[in-house]
């Protein structure tokens, strides 16, 4: 039994705050054995998604008609997937498993680079981090990663290698004495950064101006029922994957997120649009990290 106070444990949630109109049950396109842990997906323009198995150390292949599949076998602990411009992937790693906390974490961590076909053809090092996890791109070749254990937020030079502090902030930091990161995912919005804090269940934005952070985070909505990756629809719709038992769903506007039932996708960590915008594919971990016993599973949830 994994033990609660893992760093990457969130409490049960309950309900949040309005439930949605009836909606489809989730469709479960792969299923892997009790104790697997999918972290973060991407899909890709030729409609496979591509999602990060952490404790086996793989990336895995999804696509309709063929189904699951191994993609590619990494040296190190997969997080985050981050599409780069050229058709590579910037890819999170900790060198050690979460298991053994941050101490063990600490310096452990880099980005490797991932050609189409998924071989490693590079490493940058990020030897001052703990916790990396969600990774967006800021700008062509210029990758922002969130680490969960400092608060902060990294800013990598792809083609250099470089690595220097982009935004530290009281509002990106866990809480002392609860389980569960502080920064995790990260989108752009227009002209503006959206974070995610589990610990504090909160989506924060990050105004821009001319590539750096401005002010300080603003909350967007408190998350009640959790908050891990998100997802941002062309009309501003945030869709949260909860670390819970459901989904979130965030109107423009809206101050409370709506719950998303997945019966199935149970310990969700990540989500991303389907290519149609019409659904949400999203990894659950069967709640591994909170007691539970289920699948893990990449599933498609149809929005009603």
């Avoid at 086996?56 to 309709?64: D, H, P, Q, T, Y």
């Avoid at 990774?135 to 470089?162: E, F, K, Q, Y």
């Avoid at 105004?207 to 300080?216: Q, T």
């Avoid at 990894?283 to 016993?293: A, H, I, M, N, V």
Wanted: proline content about 7%; cysteine-free.
């Amino acid at each position: 039994m994994m033990q609660r106070r893992l760093f990457l444990a969130l409490a049960p949630a309950s309900l949040l705050a309005r439930p949605v109109q009836a909606q489809p049950a989730p469709e479960i396109l792969a299923r892997f054995l009790h104790g697997t842990f999918l972290e973060n997906l991407v899909v890709m323009p030729d409609g496979r998604v591509l999602f990060t198995n952490y404790f086996a150390r793989r990336l895995e292949s999804w696509s309709e008609g063929q189904g699951a599949a191994l993609w590619a076998e990494v040296p190190a602990h997969p997080v985050s997937l981050t599409a780069l411009d050229d058709g590579r992937q910037a890819l999170a790693v900790h060198g050690a498993s979460f298991l053994g906390g941050p101490a063990v974490l600490r310096g452990s961590g880099a980005v490797l680079l991932l050609a189409a076909d998924g071989s490693v053809q590079g490493h940058i090092a990020l030897p001052e981090a703990v916790f990396p996890n969600g990774g967006v791109l800021l700008a062509p070749g210029r990758l922002l990663l969130a680490d969960s254990a400092l608060g902060r937020i990294w800013a990598i030079g792809i083609a250099a290698g470089t690595v220097a502090p982009w935004f530290d902030h009281p509002l990106l930091a866990p809480v002392a004495g609860r389980g569960g990161p502080g920064v995790n995912g990260l989108k752009m919005q227009g002209d503006a950064l959206l974070v995610s804090n589990s610990a504090t269940r909160q989506l924060l934005r990050v105004r821009l101006e001319g590539g750096a952070a401005a002010g300080v985070p603003e909350v967007v909505a408190q998350m009640t029922g959790g908050v891990d990756d998100f997802a941002v629809a062309p009309d501003g719709t945030v869709f949260a994957a909860t670390h819970a038992t459901d989904l979130a769903r965030l109107s423009p506007g809206a101050t409370a997120p709506e719950t998303i039932p997945a019966p199935g996708v149970e310990g969700s960590t990540a989500v991303a649009l389907t290519p149609d915008g019409r659904g949400l594919y999203a990894l659950g971990t069967g709640g591994l990290t909170s007691g539970g016993q289920g699948e893990a599973v990449l599933a498609r949830i149809r929005l009603a």
